[in-house]
Protein backbone atom coordinates (compact mmCIF):
# COMPACT_ATOMS: atom_id res chain seq x y z
CA UNK A 1 0.00 0.00 0.00
CA UNK A 2 1.19 3.38 -0.95
CA UNK A 3 0.69 6.26 1.41
CA UNK A 4 0.82 10.34 1.28
CA UNK A 5 2.60 12.01 4.08
CA UNK A 6 2.12 15.49 3.75
CA UNK A 7 3.28 18.68 6.14
CA UNK A 8 6.63 17.28 6.19
CA UNK A 9 8.95 19.61 7.85
CA UNK A 10 11.50 21.50 5.14
CA UNK A 11 14.72 19.48 7.23
CA UNK A 12 13.24 15.80 6.22
CA UNK A 13 15.00 13.89 3.16
CA UNK A 14 14.25 11.20 1.23
CA UNK A 15 16.57 8.38 3.92
CA UNK A 16 14.80 10.74 7.18
CA UNK A 17 11.30 10.00 5.50
CA UNK A 18 12.23 6.18 5.65
CA UNK A 19 13.21 6.55 8.96
CA UNK A 20 10.40 7.76 10.23
CA UNK A 21 7.88 4.49 9.11
CA UNK A 22 10.57 1.67 9.41
CA UNK A 23 9.32 0.95 12.81
CA UNK A 24 5.95 -0.41 11.05
CA UNK A 25 6.94 -2.52 8.41
CA UNK A 26 9.21 -3.24 5.95
CA UNK A 27 9.32 -0.46 3.33
CA UNK A 28 9.59 -0.68 -0.63
CA UNK A 29 10.20 3.18 -1.27
CA UNK A 30 10.13 6.30 0.08
CA UNK A 31 10.25 8.98 -1.95
CA UNK A 32 10.27 12.98 -0.86
CA UNK A 33 8.98 15.35 -3.81
CA UNK A 34 10.83 17.80 -4.65
CA UNK A 35 10.57 21.33 -7.15
CA UNK A 36 12.14 20.14 -10.75
CA UNK A 37 13.86 23.24 -11.11
CA UNK A 38 15.29 24.14 -7.29
CA UNK A 39 15.53 20.76 -5.86
CA UNK A 40 14.06 21.69 -2.46
CA UNK A 41 11.38 19.64 -0.50
CA UNK A 42 7.75 20.43 -1.78
CA UNK A 43 6.88 19.59 1.50
CA UNK A 44 5.01 15.87 1.20
CA UNK A 45 5.96 12.34 -0.62
CA UNK A 46 5.20 9.17 -0.76
CA UNK A 47 6.27 5.83 1.74
CA UNK A 48 4.86 2.43 0.02
CA UNK A 49 4.66 -0.57 2.28
CA UNK A 50 4.50 -4.35 1.42
CA UNK A 51 2.36 -4.99 3.56
CA UNK A 52 -1.11 -3.18 3.63
CA UNK A 53 -1.68 -4.17 7.53
CA UNK A 54 1.55 -2.07 8.54
CA UNK A 55 0.65 0.63 6.32
CA UNK A 56 -2.39 1.00 7.78
CA UNK A 57 -0.73 0.61 11.40
CA UNK A 58 0.93 3.88 10.47
CA UNK A 59 -1.78 5.88 9.24
CA UNK A 60 -3.00 5.33 12.80
CA UNK A 61 -0.43 6.14 14.36
CA UNK A 62 1.21 8.61 12.38
CA UNK A 63 -1.71 10.64 11.27
CA UNK A 64 -1.40 14.34 12.68
CA UNK A 65 1.43 13.19 15.05
CA UNK A 66 4.30 16.21 15.72
CA UNK A 67 7.04 16.15 13.63
CA UNK A 68 9.57 19.43 14.27
CA UNK A 69 6.60 21.34 15.33
CA UNK A 70 4.38 20.42 12.54
CA UNK A 71 1.52 18.30 12.59
CA UNK A 72 1.78 15.26 9.80
CA UNK A 73 -0.91 14.33 7.57
CA UNK A 74 -0.59 10.96 6.50
CA UNK A 75 -3.48 8.97 4.61
CA UNK A 76 -3.51 6.57 1.77
CA UNK A 77 -2.23 7.85 -1.76
CA UNK A 78 -4.81 8.22 -4.12
CA UNK A 79 -4.41 9.08 -7.78
CA UNK A 80 -3.82 12.57 -8.49
CA UNK A 81 -7.11 14.51 -9.00
CA UNK A 82 -6.86 16.91 -12.32
CA UNK A 83 -7.54 20.44 -11.20
CA UNK A 84 -8.87 23.71 -13.13
CA UNK A 85 -6.37 26.07 -13.17
CA UNK A 86 -3.56 23.34 -14.06
CA UNK A 87 -2.59 23.43 -17.81
CA UNK A 88 -4.71 20.91 -20.22
CA UNK A 89 -3.35 17.54 -21.26
CA UNK A 90 -4.73 14.70 -23.46
CA UNK A 91 -5.38 12.03 -20.55
CA UNK A 92 -6.28 9.63 -23.48
CA UNK A 93 -10.03 9.64 -21.59
CA UNK A 94 -11.93 12.48 -23.17
CA UNK A 95 -12.85 13.69 -26.24
CA UNK A 96 -11.71 17.63 -25.13
CA UNK A 97 -8.84 18.58 -26.85
CA UNK A 98 -5.29 19.33 -25.41
CA UNK A 99 -3.42 22.44 -26.21
CA UNK A 100 -4.13 25.32 -26.65
CA UNK A 101 -6.60 26.32 -29.82
CA UNK A 102 -5.61 26.84 -33.30
CA UNK A 103 -5.80 29.85 -35.11
CA UNK A 104 -8.13 30.44 -37.88
CA UNK A 105 -6.28 31.60 -40.92
CA UNK A 106 -9.22 33.48 -42.34
CA UNK A 107 -9.24 35.41 -39.37
CA UNK A 108 -5.06 36.22 -39.34
CA UNK A 109 -4.67 40.19 -40.70
CA UNK A 110 -2.50 39.74 -43.32
CA UNK A 111 -1.26 43.64 -43.11
CA UNK A 112 1.28 44.97 -40.69
CA UNK A 113 0.05 48.22 -38.87
CA UNK A 114 1.63 51.63 -39.59
CA UNK A 115 4.06 52.47 -37.10
CA UNK A 116 3.44 56.02 -36.43
CA UNK A 117 6.11 57.54 -34.46
CA UNK A 118 4.61 61.49 -33.18
CA UNK A 119 7.92 61.78 -30.69
CA UNK A 120 4.90 63.68 -28.05
CA UNK A 121 8.21 63.72 -25.49
CA UNK A 122 10.63 65.76 -27.69
CA UNK A 123 10.83 69.41 -27.23
CA UNK A 124 10.13 71.69 -30.40
CA UNK A 125 13.60 72.05 -31.90
CA UNK A 126 14.78 69.08 -31.12
CA UNK A 127 15.61 65.94 -33.50
CA UNK A 128 14.63 62.38 -33.00
CA UNK A 129 17.91 60.06 -32.93
CA UNK A 130 17.38 56.92 -34.68
CA UNK A 131 20.31 54.44 -34.06
CA UNK A 132 23.00 54.48 -31.41
CA UNK A 133 25.47 55.88 -34.27
CA UNK A 134 23.41 58.82 -34.46
CA UNK A 135 23.64 59.46 -30.79
CA UNK A 136 26.97 59.34 -30.78
CA UNK A 137 26.98 61.94 -33.68
CA UNK A 138 24.45 64.25 -31.97
CA UNK A 139 26.88 64.12 -28.67
CA UNK A 140 29.40 64.96 -30.15
CA UNK A 141 28.02 67.92 -31.81
CA UNK A 142 26.82 68.66 -28.49
CA UNK A 143 30.16 68.85 -26.93
CA UNK A 144 31.38 70.98 -29.81
CA UNK A 145 28.71 73.69 -29.30
CA UNK A 146 29.45 73.71 -25.87
CA UNK A 147 32.91 74.33 -26.56
CA UNK A 148 32.33 77.25 -28.63
Known amino acids: MKL ?14 KELFT ?3 DIEEAVLIKDKFSGR ?4 GFVTFKDDEAASKAIAEMHEKEIEGRALTVSEARPMERRDDSPKYDSG ?3 EQAGAPLANPSE ?8 VDDNSDAEEGE ?10 EDAEETKEEDKE
Open 93 to 95: NSD
Open 23 to 25: SYG
Open 41 to 44: SKGF
Open 127 to 136: KDIETADEAV
Open 108 to 115: INESTPEI
Open 4 to 17: YVGNLPWSVDDNAL
